[in-house]
């Protein structure tokens, strides 16, 4: 079954950093772009950034360019999101997703971020 | 970039028809044609529902569909029923490694 998991939620304060860690199973990493999508609390999705096949390229929404950094471990069939200098405004639900014609066919089921002191 | 422009609510009755709009730019829906449509019930993961303006993904039923005019994008759900009460979201290509979401619709079935 071709399936994304995502991991590395958590609470955090303000201005610190947390690693999260989207897994796939059922297909290889290295054959796909990655999203990374979020969600505050009572608002819709955002994107938040992409990683493209074999991590030469990647983007991130102004919101975050500068404080995230979004990497991939081919061996482990892992994209990670590291978050850094978090803000009360980056806290929500973190996507992860898999692009196919610059759409987001596979999702896994999130992994929630809060940040607060 | 900023958001794409949905309706925040829209309804029907069951077996009714209800369109969905979504308007960017020239920049974004104007331009490319890499606009796809997202289902979401609360506490599950989105779903793909639309891809590549009118194309729909295997599984999904032909009473979705999209369009796009201009800067423009529609979702039409044809033949509602209670199980399409959900949020839609549309995406956009951007271009440069962008991605663009509109706000979200709610969908209520009545």
């Known amino acids: 079954e071709v399936q994304l998991v995502e991991s590395g939620g958590g609470l955090v304060q303000p201005g610190g950093s947390l690693r999260l860690s989207c897994s796939a199973s059922g297909f290889t990493i290295p054959n796909f772009w990655i999203h990374w999508v979020r969600q505050a609390p009572g608002k819709g999705l955002v994107w938040v950034s992409y990683?493209?096949?074999?991590?030469?390229?990647?983007n991130y929404a102004d919101s975050v360019k500068g404080r995230f950094i979004v990497s991939r471990d081919d061996a482990k069939n892992t994209v990670y999101l590291q978050m850094n200098s978090l803000r009360v405004e980056d806290t929500g639900i973190y996507y992860c997703g898999r692009d196919q014609h610059y759409s987001m066919d596979v999702w896994g089921q999130g992994t929630t971020v809060t940040v607060s002191s | 970039q900023s958001a794409l422009t949905q309706p925040p609510s829209a309804s029907g009755s069951p077996g009714q028809s209800v369109a969905i709009s979504c308007t960017g730019t020239s920049s974004d829906v104007g331009t490319y044609n890499y606009v796809s449509w997202y289902q979401h019930h609360p506490d599950k993961a989105p779903k793909l529902i639309i891809y590549?303006?009118?194309k729909r993904p295997s599984g999904v039923p032909d009473r979705f569909s999209g369009s796009k005019s201009g800067n423009t994008a529609s979702l039409t759900v044809s033949g509602l029923q209670a199980e399409d009460e959900a949020d839609y979201y549309c995406?956009?290509?951007?271009?440069?490694?962008?991605?663009?979401f509109g706000g979200g619709t709610k969908l209520t079935v009545l």
């Open positions: 590549e303006v009118t």
């Open positions: 990683i493209n096949g074999d991590g030469s390229n990647r």
């Open positions: 995406c956009s290509y951007g271009g440069n490694s962008n991605w663009v």
